[in-house]
């Protein structure tokens, strides 16, 4: 982005400073994350380079940056079709299905539920690399999650339950749904979930 922008200023030098910088970074993050083995990219301890192989959709979002080969990008779009990875009833699953079983505070935050902020993030990952029909198919998974909980509740929320079955205000990390209490506004109408839902509508 910001060598499209020098380019737009007619700064051929930072043009060409940006564009190293992320073909290294890409670079670093094929050599370091990638996880061949996965088919996804992983977490990386920056102290020891060991790889810590939980499959969670951030090993997606180097889609959006253009890091994988073609390779790469069909092992990744794999995942979504697999119900022991990503294809849960409520995608995206912020662990993979497989590999919640036995996992501390199951269900809580980043241990399960689906985000739309991150749905958002892989269907512009895999519209940048041509997987439009994937990228269509989360769409329309996500938009429909939204909408039914919506239409059942009157809000849009932070998080939903992966297995589409615990209601949003129920799932760990909300308190009590009661109007009264000052947690109440953060349990209902969630701005970033609002903003990237109607930004997906259009």
């Given at each position: ?122 269907i512009a990952g895999l519209q940048a690399c041509g997987q ?71």
């Amino acid at each position: 982005v910001l060598a499209r922008v020098a380019r737009r200023l007619g700064r051929s030098d930072d043009v060409r400073y940006w564009q190293e910088l992320h073909a290294n970074w890409n670079a670093q993050l094929n050599a370091r994350c990638w996880n061949s083995e996965l088919g996804l990219y992983v977490d990386c301890e920056t102290h020891s380079g060991r790889q810590r192989p939980l499959r969670t959709p951030a090993g997606l979002l180097p889609l959006v940056c253009g890091a994988p080969d073609a390779e790469q990008i069909a092992a990744m779009v794999r995942h979504l079709d697999d119900s022991a990875v990503f294809a849960s009833p409520a995608p995206l699953p912020t662990v993979a299905m497989a590999d919640q079983p036995g996992l501390p505070h199951r269900g809580d935050m980043w241990r399960g539920p689906a985000w739309i902020n991150v749905n958002h993030q892989v269907i512009a990952g895999l519209q940048a690399c041509g997987q439009a029909a994937a990228a269509q198919r989360l769409r329309a998974a996500t938009v429909d999650l939204v909408r039914r909980w919506y239409r059942r509740l009157g809000s849009v929320y932070e998080f939903y339950d992966c297995h589409d079955a615990i209601a949003p205000p129920e799932l760990p990390r909300k308190g009590c749904n009661d109007s009264r209490r000052p947690l109440h506004q953060v349990v209902h109408d969630y701005g970033w979930t609002a903003t990237l839902t109607w930004d997906l509508l259009m």
